[in-house]
């Protein structure tokens, strides 16, 4: 089906826009992956979304930026509180996202797939990725509390951490990173004093902990007597208030005054005496046993998280370059009649559907418990989805700073915020360099790279349509090269392996890509006829994959021709497009 086209020149700014409306690509995924019995029903709701994320929450993330939350560590009388005080409008928006959101959907009862989470993720971060921090980690909390929380616990933290009003309800947050070091837990010096039972004493410092006055924090630490590095390590839940209703041993050091993020409360903290609940299983093996791996569980979905809160950024860049580029006249033309700027925002589109491909691939294998294929699929692909979207997150935020001239390097214009806050998707839940290790690890320690190839072939062997049939030869090259490197790797020395790790991950990325949005352009003509995915399929594969004699310099004006269809969704028809 296709959506018509999208006037740029009829807006006056991104901000006040149905985000939902505005984003055919938006609503082609959530056709492609949503079961089609849930297709109509979720309509209503990324419809409601969409005009409270780029009206309202949007509108209000402005200010917050300007105004961030401060700490009030003494009240008045000089006792210590550690108290986070937020701008009114940042806790307007917390509880527009606890109580119309996916959350909301869940807690009164309806089954949110994966994929249409991710949407709402998506939609949200266009607005404020420092938001999506704030309210996104009570899932994976959740997740970990009843999966491992011994029963009391659970009875006391599930009804909160699933409540449908705000007031009521605990949020999450997840503090492991320590002033020795991040990517490398093995270093954690946190220590965890068993008390009785179930109940822990905790004492030590975490260094950047994000949505510190969450009310129910995961940690790791170190139980007394547990063997050094990652062995030895355990994990914990945390609440904001003791059992009794005292406030629990966290002290507030200091928030970070970070370069953007700016809505979300980073800091550094100490456990003193802290109370804390293991997060252990009831068999009968060292407290501390696989801690690590259920930390690592959330952070995976976290990861992904990322992918998509930098996707949002790249979307949201485009948006506000299409429009400004639709506004803005030099030398007597609009600047979206420049060849040049034409060629930017093709270029934008492309890189935006590419990620987006990767990113609602994965979400659509997150979740599939007892699917061993799928599992390993997903265990490849979050690292892929947050490797590609994190750096193309920063490099479009930068793109669409420039479409602004001078004034997108201004404040109060809406792209320096967006490329300030770009830049955490390559740090936070990893580095570049960590996810590109983790990608080696799944290839290396669980053979995950045979569940994508296999996957890709078959996206390629779908895409059999006479317009895609060069890209798909030019893809099918790329993904047996991707096969070579893996196998070369797979024959070295773990040196070698790290070397290679990041050249790796963008064959791989690159191959995912293609082969998605070929199979995304068959699925299009066979249902519409529309030939406009076939059209950014083909011009990525040429792009991404295939090297032009001259540096590209020929006579070829594809990308001027293809403009109205990539960028502003007019129809194409597949006689436009010539059968290579
Ligand atoms: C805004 C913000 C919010 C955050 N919020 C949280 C939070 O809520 N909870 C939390 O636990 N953490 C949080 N973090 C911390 C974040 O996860 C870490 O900063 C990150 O994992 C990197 O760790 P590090 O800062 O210690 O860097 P380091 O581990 O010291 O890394 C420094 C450099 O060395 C590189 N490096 C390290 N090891 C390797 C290797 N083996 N091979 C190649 N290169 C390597 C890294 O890529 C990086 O470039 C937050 C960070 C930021 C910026």
Known sequence: MSY???????????????????????RFLMDRYLPPERRHWA???????????????????????????????????????????????????????????????????????????????????????GLVCATGMTGGVADLVSRYAPPEVKARFMPRLLAASFEEGWDGAMFMTEVDGGSDLSRIATTARQVDGDRWLLNGSKWFCSNVDARAIVTLAR????????????????????????????????????????????????????????????????????????????????RLGVANMALGIMRRSFLEAAIYAAHRRAFGRRLDELPLVKETLVDMALEVEAAAALVFETYSHSGRRGDEESRRL??????????????????????????????????????????????????????????????????????????????????LERAAQPPLRRARDVAAGALTQAREAVSFLLNADDELRQLHARRLSALLADAAQAALLLEEAAQEMKQSGSARKAAVARLFVRRRLQSAPLGGIDGDRTVLRLFPAIVRHEPLEASALDSG
């Open 4 to 26: 018509g086209p999208i006037e740029y020149e009829r807006f006056d700014s991104a901000i006040g826009l149905n985000w939902y409306l505005v984003d055919p690509n938006l």
């Open 43 to 129: 309509e209503e709701h990324l419809v409601r979304w969409g005009a409270l994320c780029g009206e309202t929450i949007a509108r209000r993330s402005e200010v917050v930026d300007k105004s961030p939350p401060r700490l009030e560590r003494y009240d008045p009388w000089g006792q210590e509180v550690c108290r986070v005080v937020h701008h009114p409008d940042a806790l307007a928006n917390k509880r527009d996202v606890w109580e119309q959101g996916p959350h909301s959907l869940q807690a009164r009862g309806e089954d949110v797939p994966p994929v249409l989470g991710a949407a709402f993720t998506y939609m949200l971060s266009q607005a404020d990725t």
């Open 223 to 302: 139980p007394e007597g547990a063997p050094e590095g990652l062995k030895g390590i355990a994990l914990f839940l945390v609440p904001a208030v003791r059992a009794d209703g005292s406030r629990n041993g966290i002290v507030i050091k200091r928030i970070k005054d970070k370069l953007g993020t700016r809505s979300v409360p980073t800091a550094e903290i100490d456990f003193v005496d802290a109370e804390a609940y293991i997060l252990s299983s009831p068999r009968a093996e060292a407290p501390e046993a696989r801690g690590l791996n259920r930390m690592m569980s959330m952070v995976n979905g976290s």
């Open 378 to 459: 997903y265990r490849i692909l979050v690292p892929l989805a947050k490797f590609r979207a994190a750096r193309k997150g920063l490099e479009l935020a930068s793109q669409g700073l420039e479409m602004m001239g001078g004034n997108g390097y201004i404040e109060n214009f809406p792209m320096a915020r967006q490329l300030r806050d770009a830049q955490c998707h390559t740090i936070w839940e990893g580095t570049e360099n960590i996810i590109a290790l983790d990608t080696v690890r799944a290839i290396v320690r669980e053979g995950a790279h045979e569940a994508l190839f296999s996957r890709l072939e078959s996206a």
